[in-house]
């Protein structure tokens, strides 16, 4: 007896999954699709992967520029402010030094150490304490814009 068998694809026509259920992921005999497989945190295979350089994102554009913000502390002044009058940075006349922060590429001032020498500091923007610091060991500070 011959039986005519129906075709299958009839029976899915207008099926949305194809008898598949809900999720099919396809490409499932080669593993999946994409970056699947490529070992990204396997030792082995991570020399391959960086060789191809595609993985995840790179950066972003910062639209308009900060202006980058160098500091220094008094410690650090009280430490280099004879090599700096050595090499004239800083002048020194009598006891007092006077230093201008902007031409060795400093723009802030910060309060950490003790102020022994007098200094007179010019310097684009300071810590409070750190002016109170300079000023308590008979220097002074100059914010300049």
Same mark, same amino acid.
């Given at each position: 007896?011959v039986v005519h068998k129906r075709r299958k694809i009839t029976r899915q026509? $207008?099926?949305?999954? !194809?008898?598949?259920?809900?999720? !099919?992921?396809? /490409?499932?005999?080669?593993?999946?699709? $994409?970056?699947?497989?490529?070992?990204? =945190?396997? !030792?082995? =295979?991570?020399? /391959?992967? *960086?060789?191809?350089?595609?993985?995840?994102?790179?950066?972003?554009?910062? !639209?308009?520029?900060?202006?980058?913000?160098?500091?220094? /502390?008094?410690?650090?002044?009280?430490? @280099?402010?004879?090599? *700096? @009058?050595?090499?004239?940075?800083?002048? =020194?006349?009598?006891?007092?030094?006077?230093?201008?922060?902007?031409?060795?590429?400093? @723009?802030?001032?910060? @309060?950490?150490? =003790?102020?022994t020498k007098k200094i007179n500091v010019t310097v684009a923007s300071a810590?409070?304490?750190?002016?109170?610091?300079?000023?308590?060991?008979?220097? /002074?500070?100059?914010?300049?814009?």
């Amino acid at each position: 007896m011959v039986v005519h068998k129906r075709r299958k694809i009839t029976r899915q026509r $207008g099926s949305r999954t !194809h008898g598949w259920g809900l999720v !099919h992921r396809g /490409s499932g005999n080669r593993g999946g699709v $994409g970056n699947a497989g490529t070992g990204k =945190k396997a !030792h082995g =295979k991570k020399p /391959s992967v *960086w060789k191809e350089a595609h993985l995840g994102k790179h950066g972003f554009v910062r !639209h308009g520029q900060r202006a980058k913000v160098c500091i220094i /502390s008094i410690k650090q002044i009280e430490q @280099s402010i004879e090599k *700096w @009058s050595n090499a004239q940075l800083a002048v =020194k006349q009598q006891d007092v030094y006077t230093l201008d922060l902007a031409k060795l590429g400093y @723009s802030k001032l910060l @309060s950490t150490g =003790k102020a022994t020498k007098k200094i007179n500091v010019t310097v684009a923007s300071a810590a409070h304490e750190a002016v109170e610091k300079i000023k308590a060991a008979g220097g /002074s500070v100059t914010i300049a814009q």
